[in-house]
């Protein structure tokens, strides 16, 4: 008996996602974009090996209205059905199961091949639920996942999809596509909304794009990105500084280096899961290829015996800085503030813009002081490599330089 089901072909952007896919797929579309009838799609080969689904929502509501959907779909196939589950069994012994995050823990001891989860940035602690409850399920099958919304501020979500930007994260895949993509959705209604919404809620909402929240520290950041790059040539008898903040396993080694005469950031390096040698190594590679005068490093915990570890491999002038809760915050400040005044420019590297665009600046209630930091699962490195790499040419002009001597 042949089964025929009747199947939406995919629009030329739904396909681009299906194409270029890889394990971990984190899409940020405009409204009407069809990322719910993508997830559909997405779930038919899949199925047809005989292998388990899952389906994520928010809410119970989103649930219901993408089970109806997806019942009518695959009725041809399905076998058997749980209702009051929103589960079902399909021809080839596939199955699709879906769950609500508002209860994500009853999802706990399931194994899946592949997990949908819809309107992800409008999940509550959509970081626990993916470490805790989803990401195991998938260990079975080696299973993939997709993360499908509209940004909503620079939470979790934002954090995913920068993992798909970052070559760090090679099972990781990150797509953007506005409203306007979806070759459905007249343009006459999108500009329609463009006239009447105001202008941040539009550009979240149809064009897909991440927007600061109140908290944010550093604006204007587009305006001081440069995708031009240049050679130490170009630099001939300029005086070169670096910026350096440690990492090895969790953190990042991150290495910024600036030309103080044109202004501008010529080399930033990211990486970590290497020893200190390695690392000293590489940061000095770097320091010799464009001629660094100075190179500033974070001198806290690990960063102190790497300095002196870097005083004695080079007579190039190395120094450090004490992060403290009373020396970071105008380090931070000062930053914010070049890029509000276009003082410099940076390399335009999307992991090191994200960096940029999350920061955040928060209250502490029991001591009234402002602090600063990346939200929860994000890095800052390279946030904090240029704060230094600044500080040094700062500071070269409150006081004498010294090759060689030079300390903070």
Not at 39 to 60: K, N, S
Not at 316 to 324: D, E
Not at 377 to 392: K, N, P, Q, S
Request: charged fraction near 25%; include cysteine; hydrophobic fraction near 40%.
């Amino acid at each position: 008996m042949e089964i025929v089901i009747d199947v939406p072909k995919k629009h030329p952007c739904q396909q681009q996602i299906f194409d270029s896919r890889k394990r971990f797929n984190v899409v940020s579309c405009g409204r009407r974009f069809g990322k719910t009838k993508f997830a559909l799609l997405r779930a038919r080969p899949v199925l047809c090996e005989g292998l388990p689904v899952a389906y994520f929502a928010p809410t119970y509501k989103m649930l219901t209205e993408f089970w109806r959907e997806c019942v009518e779909l695959y009725k041809p196939m399905i076998t058997e059905m749980n209702k009051s589950e929103h589960q079902f069994r399909v021809l080839g012994g596939g199955s699709f199961s879906m769950w609500s995050l508002d209860s994500a823990d009853t999802v706990r001891g399931r194994k899946y091949a592949l997990a949908l989860i819809d309107e992800a940035a409008m999940v509550t602690n959509l970081e626990d639920a993916w470490n805790a409850v989803i990401r195991p399920t998938l260990t079975d099958y080696e299973g993939e996942a997709d993360f499908y919304s509209t940004p909503k501020g620079m939470g979790f979500f934002h954090t995913l999809y920068s993992r798909g930007e970052d070559d760090n994260f090679p099972d990781w895949a990150a797509f953007h596509f506005p409203t306007s993509s979806n070759p459905f959705i007249k343009q006459t209604e999108i500009d329609a909304a463009q006239q009447e919404l105001p202008s941040d809620i539009f550009r979240q909402e149809y064009l897909a794009e991440f927007i600061q929240g109140e908290g944010a520290v550093c604006r204007n950041i587009t305006a001081n990105l440069t995708k031009d790059a240049t050679t130490p040539d170009d630099h001939k008898g300029h005086t070169l500084i670096a910026g350096v903040d440690w990492g090895q396993v969790n953190d990042f080694t991150a290495i910024s280096i600036v030309c103080e005469d044109c202004k501008r950031e010529v080399e930033l390096d990211r990486f970590n899961q290497i020893d200190w040698e390695f690392q000293r190594t590489r940061l000095l590679a770097a320091m010799d290829k464009w001629n660094v005068a100075f190179t500033l490093c974070e001198e806290n915990s690990i960063g102190s015996p790497n300095l002196e570890a870097l005083s004695r491999m080079t007579k190039r002038g190395v120094g450090g800085f004490q992060t403290t809760a009373q020396s970071k915050p105008p380090l931070i400040q000062s930053l914010a503030l070049a890029l509000e005044q276009e003082e410099f420019k940076w390399l335009d590297i999307p992991v090191a813009t994200r960096e940029l665009e999350a920061y955040e600046a928060k209250r502490n209630e029991m001591t009234n002081r402002i602090q600063y930091s990346a939200p929860q699962g994000f890095h800052d490195d390279t946030v904090i490599a240029r704060c230094l790499a600044r500080e040094a040419i700062e500071e070269k002009k409150r006081r004498a330089f010294t090759v060689g001597t030079f300390r903070f």
